[in-house]
Every structure is written in structure tokens, then in C-alpha cells.
């Protein structure tokens, strides 16, 4: 994506900004896509997951949300109309909690039947439709064109979201038709992996899963204002750093440091002895906490000439939210 270039589609906008939870409301699908980017874990699995957390009762989307800041959700799959009630239910839930302006997109691999899209007026906001690939070739006389006109007249946003694949220029007739249309990076996954050696694909770099050649296929869309590719290195470095950020702004501690990447800084004592304990009596108790055998305190602290902790100490640098630990790195006292 350019530098200050608007996506048409108001989802993309939201997610730019990292403010999308992504939902995924199944991983059950009737569709069986080459391409198909889904994982072993959720591939054919009727589960549920609010960004990376499986949720068993819906109403805990509304946490997730809620952690993250989120003003919009992505509804995704597998397949979401496979589970109309549910869809109903937590578009519901968000559009309660958060307000009408709480901004749900669909994305949805079938033709949705008017009495789905009838019950889903007012709780989704814009709809993505990924026609089948082996309909491409002749998308104008299927009911897809139709389709998109009879969505737009009941208030939703319309575009198609696809993967640019070899053939993705078959779908330049319906460009004028849509609100917008987002093409994704043809990505490596391990399901996906033998389909993309049968066809002699490989990766752009070592550093992305993204596949050479994808956005020269999709070079004749790229002038239209419509069309928004979202890469494979945006979705990593932009979209899911500023959800980071967003996540740890609202869950650290007073002591946390929120980095650039998105991660947490806090200093460790361990097994803190008698005169350290002493040194804390100093230190406004908001700015350290004790878990367990170890005292987590603003790292600035572990470099303060006058404090001079005797027990092992260190910095820990991590995902917000309790996530995982990306690095631990051991502080020296001068003289030590
Ligand atoms: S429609 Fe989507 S989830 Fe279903 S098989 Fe195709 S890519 Fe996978």
C-alpha cells in the first residue's frame, strides 16, 4: 500500500490503523480452494477465535474488542454464512456494545441467500464477496454482477476480496460494479504448500511468506482509487504492529514501556533479598508488583546509580497482554 493512499473500502481503513478484531467465526467451509491460506489448526474445525484467543462463549469477543480498543471487526472463516445464527448473534453483540458505528465487515466465499443478507441488515456493515476461481473466466455471466447491485440496494458496502492469482485479471469486468476491491498477496501456507510447488511458485525473500509474482498479476488493477493490495509485509509490520500497540497501550501496567514494535519493557528482580525489598520502600508501589519470587518494576530502575538491587535482575521484553516473552536480557550493576 502507498504511502498515504485511503483504502475505498472503510474496513480496510479501520484495519489499517490496527482497530480490526478479526473474527473468525469457523473454520468449516464448503469450498475447497487451491490457494485456501488456512491452517491445520482451524482448516475444517467448527471453532471460534477473536484475533489469536479460541473463544467458547461468543460474549467473550466483546473482552477481546474491548482489550484492543477494536472500532471495527472482520467477520472471516471458512465459511461465516455457513453459520447464519451465529453471525447474527455476534455482529449483535458488537453493534451493542460498541454502537451502530461499530464497523463489521463480511467476507464470504458462497452467494449469501436474500433471506441471510435480509437478517444480517443493519448488523454488517460491508460485505466482501470471493467468487470461486473457477468462475472467473466468465464472472459477467454468472450472477455475480447481479449480485452486487442487489447488495448495494439493501445498504451494505459491496466489493470481492481475492488472492491475486495468475488468473485474477479475469475479474477486471467487474471493477465498475463494486465499492471497492481488495486483492491479498498470494501467501505460502502449510496447507496450501504442495498446490503452490505443483505450480512452481516460491517465495519473494526469506522474510515473508508472500509468492513471486503475485503482484505483477495484479498489476492491471493497481491505477483504479477502488483497488487496495494488501501485501503480506503490510499485514506483518503495519497492520499487526498498530494492533499491538493498541493492545498494550490498554493493558500495561503503570510501569510498562510500550516499544515501537508493539511490545512491552519491565525490569525483573529475582528472589529479591531483604535490603532490595528495602530499596522498593522508596519507589511509588504503583510503579513495581510482586508475582510470586520476583518483583516486576520499571527497567529504568535497574539502571538508577543510587538503587543498587543485590539479586539477579533483568529486562524482559514481551507481547502485551501477558504473550509471549521476545526477549530477556541481564543487567549488570557498575562494579559487578
Ligand atoms: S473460500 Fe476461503 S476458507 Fe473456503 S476454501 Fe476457499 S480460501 Fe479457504
Request: with cysteine.
Amino acid at each position: 500500500m502507498k504511502p498515504g493512499f485511503i483504502p475505498s473500502s472503510k474496513g480496510c481503513q479501520i484495519c489499517r490503523e490496527g482497530a480490526t478484531m478479526v473474527l473468525f467465526l469457523t473454520g468449516e467451509c464448503s469450498r475447497d480452494c487451491w490457494y485456501c491460506p488456512l491452517s491445520r489448526e482451524r482448516k475444517g474445525k467448527d471453532i471460534v477465535f477473536a484475533n489469536d484467543t479460541q473463544v467458547k462463549e461468543l460474549d467473550e469477543i466483546v473482552k477481546v474488542a474491548e482489550m484492543m480498543g477494536a472500532l471495527g471487526t472482520g467477520i472471516t472463516g471458512g465459511e461465516a454464512l455457513l453459520k447464519v445464527d451465529r453471525l447474527k448473534i455476534a455482529a449483535g453483540l458488537l453493534k451493542t456494545n460498541f454502537g451502530k458505528s461499530y464497523y463489521i465487515h463480511l467476507y464470504t466465499g458462497i452467494i449469501p441467500l436474500e433471506s441471510a443478507l435480509n437478517q444480517l441488515i443493519g448488523l454488517i456493515d460491508e460485505i466482501r464477496l470471493h467468487p470461486p476461481a473457477d468462475l472467473w473466466a466468465d464472472i459477467m455471466d454468472t450472477t455475480y454482477p447481479s449480485l452486487i447491485c442487489e447488495i448495494r440496494k439493501k445498504g451494505f458496502s459491496i466489493g470481492i476480496e481475492v488472492p491475486s492469482i495468475p488468473s485474477i485479471r479475469k475479474l477486471l469486468p467487474l471493477l465498475p460494479l463494486v465499492d471497492f476491491f481488495n486483492i491479498n498477496e498470494l501467501e505460502w501456507g502449510d496447507q496450501n504448500a504442495d498446490e503452490m510447488r505443483s505450480r512452481g511458485f516460491s517465495f519473494v525473500n526469506r522474510t515473508h511468506n508472500a509468492i513471486e509474482g503475485s503482484l505483477e498479476w495484479s498489476k492491471e488493477f493497481l491505477s483504479d482509487s477502488k483497488v487496495n493490495f494488501c501485501s503480506s509485509s503490510f499485514k506483518d509490520s503495519v497492520q499487526l504492529r498498530n494492533r499491538l500497540i493498541r493492545v498494550a497501550e490498554r493493558t500495561r501496567r503503570l510501569f510498562d514501556t510500550v516499544t515501537d514494535d508493539g511490545t512491552i519493557l519491565y525490569g525483573v528482580l529475582e528472589n529479591p533479598c531483604e535490603e532490595d525489598r528495602g530499596i522498593l520502600s522508596d519507589i511509588d508501589p504503583e510503579l513495581y508488583e510482586i508475582c510470586g519470587d520476583e518483583i516486576h518494576i520499571g527497567y529504568w530502575y535497574l539502571y538508577d546509580a543510587e538503587k543498587k538491587f543485590l539479586c539477579k535482575r533483568y529486562i524482559v521484553e514481551r507481547y502485551p497482554n501477558e504473550g509471549i516473552i521476545v526477549e530477556v536480557t541481564p543487567v549488570l550493576c557498575s562494579g559487578q
